[in-house]
């Protein structure tokens, strides 16, 4: 293990102050990346101290998630790959040891490496550990709140961002070595909604209400938006420590930090709720935000993807991004008028169908989608539609000839699937069960 203890004092995060170091040494490089669970674009409303934050650096007003689901954007995230490029089109499957990963590049650079992940999809199981010197994963928490003694991984699923921001400040203040790479996830924003408080409202909560108790379910799902920005504001607190002590360790550092979600949530908007099986907005369009000495601050508007992430940073760190996709963010805009790609594989649910106006046997939703400022098409080869929704069918030949591509590409990538009852229980009791 690469780690020591490597701190110093500051005012800001990119300021200058006084410090143990000697003037004569030269300042390290940071690399910082965070990704957020379910985290929508409008949550920033409930995270004002984050919102600062992004005030002094840039922000992508247009990013997209590579998928409505935590594996299949993770592995984009880190590969510069689209889902039906690495494989990982679901949850429940592997990211494949022989594809080059963000911190596999950077140890090869010489950087430290180190992670906190805060849910049972990002365990090293499913391949998100590769290139990491420490990769955390401490799940404390189950189903209905509070630790639950059922099968999995001893009932217990997933982590509040409390303990998740004390192993990170742990493993900053240990760190050594003038090159150093840091990922945190953090789970909160993902239902049961308000678990930050004890609450924990399931989203099988709602369901049961549309089944039991219809004319209930908007009060419910306005209640339920309620505790989810209240996760939200915890989560912004227990953030803004890290964003501290990184300010603690400026002087040392040339400190680069990039904060995004893998994907929002749905509360009953276009008859979706949750997230997974649709692909509307407030499921794939996340937050983009940042912060680096060679990042010009403002916000930006062209498209702007999670298979960008990985060459973005590995530009702040100056090392070489061959063979990873998407575009430096830090860059001019593409002047080809690319927009941002991504997919989803699982079929429309009941619940969702239902509340769209739908009948039960309506046709499976669209897999893949792409998007820009202004619109979000979904569909594959044969149907396209606008913002996911079937009643708004788009004739676009040259589009389905696109998405007819991406289905190709699917078809020809091998896929490592996780099967063990273990896992399968790991996954359910996050609601991700087939």
């Keep these: 293990m690469r780690f020591g203890l490597a701190a110093c004092a500051l005012v800001s995060l990119f300021g200058v102050a006084c410090s143990h170091a000697s003037d004569s040494e030269p300042r390290g490089v940071r690399v910082v990346l965070v990704t957020l669970d379910t985290l929508r674009i409008d949550a920033l409303s409930a995270m004002p101290q984050l919102t600062a934050r992004a005030a002094s ?14 594996q299949p954007t993770h592995a984009s995230l880190f590969t510069g790959l689209a889902p039906w490029e690495h494989g990982v089109s679901r949850n429940g499957l592997v990211l494949a040891d022989a594809r080059l990963t963000l911190a596999e590049r950077l140890a090869e650079a010489g950087f430290t490496t180190a992670a906190v992940v805060a849910s049972f999809p990002l365990h090293p199981r499913f391949g998100f550990a590769q290139g990491f010197d420490v990769f955390e994963h401490h799940f404390g928490r189950g189903p209905g709140g509070g630790t639950w003694k059922g099968a999995a991984v001893a009932g217990r699923f997933y982590q509040m961002a409390g303990p998740v921001t004390e192993d990170a400040l742990r493993l900053l203040r240990q760190a050594k070595g003038a090159k150093q790479f840091f990922w945190f996830h953090y789970f909160d924003p993902h239902e049961p909604y308000g678990d930050a408080a004890g609450e924990g409202m399931p989203l ?22 309620r505790l989810y920005e209240r996760d939200v504001a915890y989560l912004d607190g227990q953030l803004d420590r890290v964003f501290q002590q990184l300010d603690a360790d400026a002087a040392g550092f040339a ?19 949750g997230h997974g099986a649709r692909l509307t907005r407030e ?34 760190a100056g090392v070489d991004p061959h063979g990873f996709g998407g575009r430096d963010l830090a860059g001019p805009a593409p002047r080809d ?55 708004r069918p788009v004739r676009d030949d040259e ?21 063990d009852p273990e896992t399968r229980e790991g996954l359910r009791a996050l609601g991700y069960g087939e």
């Design 57 to 70: 650096g840039r922000r992508f007003r247009n990013a997209f998630a590579a998928s409505p689901a935590t």
């Design 204 to 225: 099988g909560f709602l369901a049961a209400t549309r089944r039991e108790a219809p004319e209930r379910l908007p009060a419910r799902i306005e209640a339920a938006r």
């Design 255 to 273: 400190t680069h930090v990039l904060v995004t979600a893998d994907h929002g949530e749905s509360f009953g908007e276009g008859g979706a709720l």
């Design 283 to 316: 499921q794939v369009q996340v937050p983009l935000l940042v912060w680096s000495p060679d990042v010009t601050p403002g916000v930006d508007a062209a498209p702007a993807s999670s298979v960008d992430v990985a060459r973005t940073l590995l530009a702040r």
């Design 337 to 391: 008028g690319a927009r941002a790609t991504g997919m989803r594989v699982t079929g429309l649910g009941p619940l969702d169908l239902l509340l769209a106006g739908l009948p039960p046997d309506a046709p499976r939703a669209p897999r893949f989608f792409l998007a820009d400022g202004t619109r979000l098409y979904a569909g594959d080869g044969d149907a396209l539609f606008e913002g996911d929704d079937p009643a």
């Design 399 to 419: 589009l389905r000839a696109r998405f007819a591509g991406f289905a190709a590409a699917l078809a020809r990538t091998a896929a490592v699937e996780r099967v």
